[in-house]
């Protein structure tokens, strides 16, 4: 149980890095427009 929840915890962390940076950028190229 611990070993999925670490597992899940990880893809949670990349989920958020990847969608996170891709919001930034979407704000970014937003404000620059």
């Known amino acids: ?3 999925s929840y ?3 915890a ?3 962390l ?3 890095i ?3 940076s891709l ?3 979407f704000w970014l ?3 620059v427009r």
Do not use: V
């Open 1 to 3: 149980i611990l070993f």
């Open 18 to 20: 990847t969608f996170g």
């Open 14 to 16: 990349l989920y958020d």
């Open 10 to 12: 990880i893809y949670l």
């Open 23 to 25: 919001k930034e950028a």
């Open 6 to 8: 670490s597992i899940g």
């Open 29 to 31: 190229w937003w404000a």
